[in-house]
C-alpha cells in the first residue's frame, strides 16, 4: 500500500468512478487512497491526473480521459470547461436531468450522515433552462488586463470572451477591452439594465449603469445595490418568497424574525401576513442591503430592522418580544448551534430555513432536532445550473407530546 505521504501531483491513475461526493466531484479509490476527482460520473472508468495533494487520506484530480462513459455523459456547451480550465461550472458535462440527480443524491447524503434524518429529495428544475439564466457575475483580471473566471482551487485566471450560463452579453461586454481592476462585477437586472464595476482594492468604480439594480420578486419592484446580495437565478428569488410565504402562514397580529434578511425579501412576505397590528424584525449584518430594505419596505411600518450579526444579537435581550415564526437565510457556512439553540429557546411555531449549503443545512437540522424541533417539509431548487450548488428550504415545527400537544411555549 502506497504511504500516505507520498506526493502523487503531477500523477496519474487509471480509477472506478464511484459517488458523487458534496463539492463538484466523485469518489474514486486507488491504492487505499481516496481520489476527488472532477469532470467524471459515477460507474465510469477514467483516467485521472491528481492536480493537488496534500500529503493526507484524499486527493483531488481531474478526469482527463473517459474510457468507459456514463450514458449520462454529454458534451459540454462551454468550450471554457474542462480539466485545467474554467472552475466555475462543474456539471457542464452532465445531462441536466442528471444533474439534479446528483444534487438531490448529495442533500439526501448530508441529511443522513451528518442530521441523522432519511428523506427523499427531488431537486426541482426552475423555469428557464440550464443555460443563460446567470445575472449577476464576478470576474477576475489577469496580469495582462484580460477578465476571465479563476480555475479550480487556483488564482490562475482563464480569460474568456463569453459564458454559457450568464445572460447573453454580460461577458461580451467587458471582454473586448484591458483592464486595470484586480476585478470586475457585471449585473444585469430584471429590466434588463446591465451594471459593470471596477473593483479597485476593495472599492468598486462604476463603469457602466446605475448602480442600482431594478429586480421584481413577492409582487413588488425591488431597487437594491448592483453590488449587494441577490439571487443570481431570474427565477429563485420570487420562487423561494413563494414557498417561504406559503410555509411560515403567519398571522395577523403575530410577532415574526427575519433572521439574515438581506434587503428584506421574506420581510415584505411576513410583513404582509402579520399586517400592521403585527411585527417583523429583520437582523442583517451587512449594512448596505439594510439600507436598500428601509428604501423599499418604508411603507411597512411593522418592519424593524437590526444591524449586526445575527449570533451576537440573538443572544441579547432583544427590545422585542418573542416570535411566534422565525426565517433563516444564513450564508453558506450556516446558522450554526448558538443561532439555533437561541431559535428554538424561544419556541417559535415554525421555523423555515433557506440553506444554500445541504452539509451546513444538514448540520443545523441536526441541532433543530436536539432542541426539540423536527423537520416536517423541505423542497430542494437548482437555483444553480451547470454547478453542484443547490438551494433548499426546510420547515421545522416543535415536535409534540405523547398526547399531540405541541411542546412549543404559548
Known amino acids: 500500500m502506497s504511504s500516505a505521504k507520498e506526493d502523487w501531483t503531477g500523477r496519474t491513475f487509471e480509477v472506478e468512478v464511484g459517488p458523487v461526493a458534496h463539492g463538484g466531484h466523485f469518489v474514486a479509490r486507488h491504492e487505499g487512497r481516496v481520489l476527488f476527482v472532477r469532470h467524471a460520473l459515477p460507474g ?11 500529503g493526507g487520506s484524499f486527493c483531488r484530480a481531474d478526469a482527463v480521459e473517459v474510457l468507459t462513459p456514463s450514458p449520462d455523459r454529454v ?11 474554467c472552475g ?50 464576478r470576474m477576475a483580471v489577469d496580469g495582462d488586463g484580460r477578465p476571465g473566471f479563476r480555475g479550480t482551487r487556483s488564482h490562475d485566471v482563464i480569460p474568456v470572451d463569453h459564458c454559457v450560463i450568464s445572460r447573453p452579453g454580460m461577458v461580451e461586454a467587458v471582454a473586448d477591452r484591458r483592464w486595470r481592476a484586480q476585478e470586475l462585477t457585471i449585473v444585469q437586472d430584471g429590466d434588463g439594465n446591465r451594471h459593470v464595476g471596477e473593483v479597485r482594492s476593495r472599492h468598486t468604480v462604476r463603469r457602466a449603469g446605475t448602480g442600482t439594480a431594478v429586480e421584481t420578486a413577492a409582487n413588488r419592484k425591488w431597487r437594491v445595490s ?11 428569488a420570487d420562487t423561494f418568497a413563494t414557498v417561504v410565504g406559503e410555509w411560515i402562514a403567519a398571522e395577523p397580529g403575530q410577532r415574526a424574525w427575519d433572521l439574515y434578511g438581506g434587503a428584506g ?9 402579520v399586517g400592521e397590528t403585527g411585527s417583523v424584525l429583520v437582523v442583517e449584518s451587512f449594512a448596505g442591503a439594510v439600507e436598500d430594505g428601509r428604501r423599499n419596505l418604508r411603507r411597512m411600518p411593522q418592519i424593524e430592522w437590526a444591524v449586526g450579526k445575527v449570533e451576537r444579537l440573538v443572544t441579547r435581550p432583544l427590545p422585542v418580544e ?33 440553506a444554500c449549503d445541504p452539509a451546513a443545512l444538514a448540520r443545523d437540522l441536526a441541532e433543530f432536532t436536539v432542541q426539540g424541533y423536527r423537520l416536517t417539509d423541505l423542497r430542494a431548487f437548482d437555483a444553480f445550473p451547470m454547478t453542484h450548488h443547490v438551494e433548499c428550504i426546510a420547515l421545522m415545527e416543535p415536535e409534540t407530546s405523547g398526547d399531540g400537544v405541541s411542546v412549543e411555549s404559548p
Do not use: M
Open 44 to 54: 465510469e472508468r477514467v483516467v485521472a491526473s491528481v492536480y493537488e495533494d496534500n
Open 75 to 85: 458534451e459540454p456547451p462551454c468550450p471554457f470547461s474542462g480539466p485545467g480550465l
Open 88 to 137: 466555475g461550472c462543474d456539471f457542464q458535462h452532465v445531462s441536466w436531468d442528471a444533474q439534479r440527480e446528483l444534487k438531490a443524491q448529495v442533500v439526501r447524503e448530508q441529511l443522513a450522515r451528518l442530521g441523522k434524518i432519511e428523506r427523499d429529495v427531488v431537486v426541482e428544475a426552475l423555469p428557464g433552462g440550464p443555460l443563460e439564466w446567470r445575472t449577476r457575475i
Open 226 to 236: 448592483a453590488d449587494g446580495f441577490w439571487q443570481v437565478h431570474p427565477a429563485a
Open 265 to 273: 425579501l421574506f420581510a415584505s412576505v411576513l410583513a404582509r401576513q
Open 322 to 354: 418573542d416570535p411566534h415564526v422565525v426565517v433563516l437565510d444564513p450564508p453558506r457556512k450556516g446558522a450554526g448551534k448558538v443561532v439555533v439553540a437561541e431559535v428554538a429557546r424561544r419556541r417559535p411555531r415554525r421555523v423555515v430555513y433557506v
